[in-house]
């Protein structure tokens, strides 16, 4: 069974302390891996597509990194104003086919 | 680029009444866009795919009669909440797909409240 799973569900970080999120999928026919950054009430805002294990890459405080069976994205040195539901998001088999992992919640704290 | 709009971003509206949003691309043209439904604390749920010209394709469990979608024009998808009930309340999220890219581009929300 095609599969996103998000880890941990909430980080709680002090400013400036880095950190990792984990994204583990088990899909057939990967065709890329989305990670998005939600704010409470909005729509998800678009961060990093990877396609292929071993691509990385970063804006700003965060870098996306694509194995073959999971993705991380490494926060360092968080501000404040990162804190927000990071999404990953799976393609696989058909051009419409998504998968989205349930999330983790960062709150980073002055 | 690739900007989605929804409108409006709050509703409230009485059971029994019907709702349409509308979901927008604003600077490319969209030939799929998806509508999500997203309670609480949760994850994003799909609730179905539109292809420009064609009908919907919905997920297992929406109620196709319950949840019209129309997708009229490439930069336009409608979804329309039909006797809407307090259980058909939640947070309604758009998004479109840039022809032959893998992104998808999410719409602001829009806020459904049925009293």
């Known amino acids: 069974e095609d599969q996103v799973t998000q880890s941990p569900e909430a980080l709680r970080l002090q400013e400036g302390e880095s950190s990792s999120l984990n994204c583990s999928y088990t899909v057939s026919g990967l065709r890329g891996l989305f990670w998005y950054r939600q704010d409470p009430g909005k729509g998800p805002e678009f961060l990093f597509t990877l396609y292929s294990a071993g691509e990385e890459k970063e804006k700003e405080r965060l870098k996306a990194t694509l194995t073959k069976k999971e993705s991380f994205l490494h926060i360092t040195a968080p501000k404040p104003e990162d804190s927000a539901t990071y999404l990953c998001?799976?393609?696989?088999?058909?051009?419409?086919?998504?998968?989205f992992g349930s999330g983790t919640k960062l709150n980073v704290k002055p | 680029g690739a900007v989605v709009s929804q409108h409006p971003s709050r509703v409230i509206c009485k059971s029994g009444t019907s709702v349409k949003i509308e979901c927008r691309s604003l600077?490319?043209?969209?030939?799929?866009m998806f509508w999500y439904r997203q309670f609480p604390k949760q994850s994003l749920m799909l609730m179905a795919t539109?292809?420009?010209?064609?009908?919907?394709?919905?997920e297992q469990g929406v109620e196709k009669d319950k949840f019209l979608i129309n997708h009229a024009s490439l930069t336009l998808s409608t979804l329309t909440v039909t006797s809407a009930h307090p259980e058909d309340s939640s947070f309604y999220i758009c998004?479109?797909?840039?022809?032959?890219?893998?992104?998808?581009?999410f719409g602001p929300g829009t806020r459904l409240t049925v009293t």
């Open positions: 600077d490319f043209q969209a030939t799929t």
């Open positions: 998004s479109a797909r840039i022809p032959e890219i893998y992104e998808q581009y």
């Open positions: 539109s292809n420009e010209g064609s009908k919907a394709t919905y």
């Open positions: 998001a799976v393609q696989a088999g058909g051009f419409n086919k998504f998968y």
